[in-house]
């Protein structure tokens, strides 16, 4: 996935690659073909016109369009994906009520942990000059239908991984929050964490800067990208 001139950790590029193989993969709620869809609508939010308007307007619901799509997916689904990649911050209840009266919170869960880990991947690929990797060839199959049967309300908008309350001593929980939030679907929270784990630790982080250096850009990166945590 990556070439050997490019210095990476052997860890990441291994999960990097587990990652894209799984992402064809049926899932627990969508086949392998929409997993593979729900990454080519993720491109495809980057230059949509209807998404750039509005963004830049007040509100999203002040512009009305369609979305520039060179894929298969149903338009809701289509809307939710690029929502989520273009103008997260600006998500609301009534807006994830309306998205999962037409797909369920399974499957709404489960297109969260792709488009996340699609993201991950492909931002390193841009960021090191190596263009998109191809997309996964889906593979065949019927999804699981595994989801948490112990997954709790704790106020969210979907059920959650139910997780002892204790904090670390980094002074954060013990479970973080955006695992809790993927818990409703085990194998989408196992996705995103096989792929985000090899970037980021909250201590003894394998990286030639200091904790201190990768909190920093953690955060900023963050703030830039509207990230509710």
């Not at 490019?6 to 587990?18: F, K, P």
């Not at 959650?160 to 809790?180: C, F, H, Q, S, Y």
Request: one cysteine or more.
């Amino acid at each position: 996935m990556y070439p050997e001139t490019c210095l990476l950790r052997d860890n990441l590029t291994t999960a990097h690659a587990e990652s894209w193989r799984q992402i064809g993969q049926p899932g627990a709620f969508l086949t392998a073909a929409e997993r593979v869809e729900a990454v080519r609508a993720s491109r495809d939010a980057l230059t949509c016109e209807f998404c750039a308007e509005r963004k830049a307007a007040l509100s999203p619901n002040a512009v009305q369009g369609e979305h520039d799509s060179s894929g298969q997916l149903p338009p809701p689904v289509v809307d939710m994906i690029h929502r989520l990649r273009t103008d997260p911050g600006r998500l609301t209840r009534a807006w994830f009520d309306q998205v999962t009266a037409v797909i369920s919170r399974e499957r709404y869960v489960e297109l969260v942990g792709v488009v996340t880990s699609a993201v991950i991947i492909d931002t390193l690929h841009n960021a090191l000059g190596l263009g998109l990797p191809e997309l996964p060839v889906p593979q065949p199959g019927e999804p699981s239908g595994q989801a948490n049967p112990d997954a709790v309300d704790g106020g969210a908008w979907v059920p959650i991984l139910a997780a002892d309350e204790k904090m670390a001593d980094t002074g954060l929980p013990m479970v973080p929050n955006i695992a809790r939030s993927l818990g409703l679907v085990p194998s989408a929270l196992g996705l995103f964490f096989n792929t985000f784990r090899p970037h980021y630790a909250l201590k003894d982080i394998a990286l030639s800067i200091s904790q201190g250096q990768a909190e920093f850009v953690a955060a900023r990166v963050s703030a830039i990208n509207e990230c509710f945590y």
